[in-house]
């Protein structure tokens, strides 16, 4: 079975950093791509960034570029993003969700991020 | 990047309604197109994709279909458990994209 567990999500004041992680379980990691995604609250899903399953292709959404950095670490089967420079509109649920061929069949169950003083 | 225009936004319908929801792409994206339905609180869940491709376990009442610029999901026999947001989602190229999402509500 397919898991996906995001953990790292807080409370932080704007201009702050926080690295999210997902931990990749049920499916060979190190084949995959993976994407995260995030909702703010009452608000529909919004695409962040999608990385390769070697880490050799790496993309951003317009609204995370320069401050947000996709990355994984294949042999513990795990995903990361580091955010940076946060602001208030960043607040979200971020979701890690495996990439297939981009129709993102699995998701994780969500870490929540505040940007607020 | 490719905008996804879904409609309607909500819509009210009762136990044992068909529904449809209308998601339009604004360039052709040949069938890569998948749609989620979510409940409050919980993730999103992926129901099909390639359009018309039901994913494992979902229940056929489900359906989808459309190529280029226009695709639908159907879902016949409305239960209680159904009632959700559903979101449609572009995959032909990055940026992904999503539609603004369809409330279905228990009339």
């Not at chain 1, 190190?30 to 999608?50: C, D, F, H, I």
């Not at chain 2, 996804?4 to 529904?19: E, I, K």
């Not at chain 2, 999103?44 to 279909?65: D, N």
Request: glycine content about 10%.
């Amino acid at each position: 079975e397919v898991q996906l567990v995001e953990s790292g999500g807080g409370l932080v004041q704007p201009g702050g950093s926080l690295r999210l992680s997902c931990a990749a379980s049920g499916f060979t990691f190190n084949t995959y791509s993976m994407n995260w995604v995030r909702q703010a609250p009452g608000k529909g899903l919004e695409w962040v960034s999608y990385i390769s399953s070697s880490s050799s292709a790496i993309y951003y959404a317009d609204s995370v570029k320069g401050r947000f950095t996709i990355s994984r670490d294949n042999a513990k089967n795990s995903l990361y993003l580091q955010m940076n420079s946060l602001r208030a509109e960043d607040t979200a649920v971020y979701y890690c969700a495996e990439g297939g061929f981009g129709e993102l069949p699995y998701w994780g169950q969500g870490t929540l991020v505040t940007v607020s003083s | 990047d490719i905008q996804m225009t879904q409609s309607p936004s909500s819509l009210s319908a009762s136990v044992g309604d068909r529904v449809t929801i209308t998601c339009r792409a604004s360039q052709g994206i040949s069938n890569y197109l998948a749609w989620f339905q979510q409940k409050p609180g919980k993730a999103p869940k992926s129901l099909i994709y390639a359009a018309s491709s039901l994913q494992s376990g979902v229940p056929s009442k489900f359906s989808g279909s459309g190529s280029g610029t226009d695709f639908t999901l159907t879902i016949t026999s409305l239960q209680p458990e159904d009632f959700a947001t559903y979101y449609c989602q572009q995959y032909n190229s990055y940026p992904l994209t999503f539609g603004g999402g369809t409330k279905v509500e228990i009339k």
